[in-house]
């Protein structure tokens, strides 16, 4: 089984390489773009996953790590613009947490100043009312309107990974 599981592994980074040089052939790209595994979307020199299904925060963490990737960290605008675009007017977990040191950090543990143009009006509100069990809303997502929110970790919600682009 173990043997089945490495071919299987092979075989679907060999069909994400085709699939790569497929798309830089029909779009006109070069090989410094990059490329990413089947069901990612490329942008910059990263590759994010938008997930259908949901999980809780730190399932959502531990499945992104599990694909080499981790929970997304937003840097700048055009990022911003480009992950919004896609999950509007979903709710998607993003790797922002206070639930580690009590002052929000990514996911790769660097602080994040809170920027309130980016977040829903009146948040992050470290509601306890939420009937989630024990602890206050400790982990953010993107809301509706493409700003975040902070939830309960253990709420389900989808998920966004990020990683760097293959370069074949």
């Known amino acids: 089984a173990l043997k089945q599981l490495s071919v299987v592994d092979s075989l679907s980074k060999n069909v994400a390489l085709l699939k790569c040089s497929l798309e830089r052939i029909i779009n006109n790209r070069s090989r410094e773009d990059g490329c990413c595994p089947l069901d990612w979307k490329l942008f910059g020199s ?4 938008f997930s259908a299904s949901t999980l809780s925060w730190n399932k959502s963490r531990d499945w992104c790590e599990s694909h080499q990737s981790h929970l997304i960290i937003l840097t700048n605008d055009k990022e911003w613009d480009f992950v919004t675009h896609q999950t509007i007017p979903e709710l ?3 790797g922002l947490s206070d ?13 994040y100043t809170i920027d309130r143009r980016r977040w829903v009006p009146g948040q992050p509100n470290s509601w306890t009312g939420h009937g989630l069990g024990p602890g206050d809303e400790d982990c953010a997502h993107l809301h509706r309107s493409g700003r975040l929110n902070d939830a309960h970790c253990s709420k389900p919600m989808r998920y966004i990974c ?7």
């Open 46 to 49: 990263s590759c994010y996953f």
């Open 92 to 94: 998607f977990w993003v």
């Open 99 to 111: 639930g580690r040191t009590g002052r929000w950090e990514w996911v790769n543990q660097n602080p």
């Open 162 to 168: 990020q990683k760097h682009s293959l370069r074949p």
